[in-house]
């Protein structure tokens, strides 16, 4: 079956840095998605990873490892507007489309 | 430069009652997505289009389900005999086709909260 799992919720202070972790089980796989979502709102996308590693944008980075259906997203120099809901999402169809298959999230809350 | 769009915002509507919800895509992307996100969940997918064709619908929950994409750009979801379990906000989003592999970023419209009393 699919399944992606993610914490729930976090919580952590402005300026400091916050890993969210992503574990994946899917049946195939062709790169994982991160998502910021604030409530009310439209998710946006925030990095994309298809090889093992870490990929680096700005405050933002994301790392892979396929062997382990891991991932994470680490966020650096929190700020206040870095409260919003985590969403880590497979895409797990071959060729050049397909659907994303999401986790529940991780609500973030930055405290002063 | 708009982004995806989707119309109504909002929709409360009474169990048994027929809905229909618009999304009209970012210009030029050829793949359009349905999905259904509840209270505290991440997004559930429902159908893909690519171009008119619907691709992959193995996420609609069942008959009551369709949708539709005629030209190839917007596209519409319809609901038939809604029943309270269908209270959700009904994301839209849109990708660029490309060939040959890699990134296929896609962006969300604002969803629509479709209310079944």
């Known amino acids: 079956g699919q399944n992606i799992d993610q914490p729930t919720e976090m919580t952590a202070t402005e300026g400091a840095i916050v890993q969210i972790n992503c574990t994946y089980q899917?049946?195939?796989?062709?790169?994982l998605f991160w998502y910021q979502q604030h409530a009310g709102e439209a998710p946006t996308f925030l990095s994309y990873n298809v090889l093992d590693g870490l990929e680096e944008k700005g405050r933002f980075s994301s790392f892979l490892s396929r062997s382990k259906g891991y991932s994470y997203l680490l966020l650096k120099e929190l700020q206040m507007k870095d409260s919003a809901s985590y969403l880590c999402?497979?895409?797990?169809?071959?060729?050049?489309?397909?659907?994303?298959?999401f986790g529940k999230g991780t609500k973030l809350s930055v405290k002063p | 430069g708009a982004g995806v769009s989707q119309t109504p915002s909002n929709k409360v509507t009474e169990k048994g009652k027929y809905v229909e919800l618009r999304c009209d895509p970012i210009s030029g992307h050829t793949a359009l997505y349905w999905y259904r996100q509840s209270l505290g969940q991440g997004p559930e997918f429902l159908i893909y289009f690519q171009g008119t064709g619907a691709a992959d619908d193995s996420g609609l929950p069942n008959d009551r389900f369709f949708a539709v994409r005629p030209e190839g750009s917007v596209s519409t979801l319809k609901i038939q005999r809604t029943e309270r379990g269908d209270s959700a906000v009904y994301l839209c989003?849109?990708?660029?086709?490309?060939?040959?592999?890699?990134?296929?970023?896609?962006?969300f419209g604002p969803g629509t909260r479709l209310t079944v009393l």
């Open positions: 899917t049946s195939g796989f062709n790169g």
């Open positions: 989003a849109s990708s660029l086709t490309y060939a040959g592999g890699g990134k296929v970023e896609q962006f």
């Open positions: 999402a497979v895409l797990d169809y071959g060729g050049s489309q397909g659907n994303l298959i």
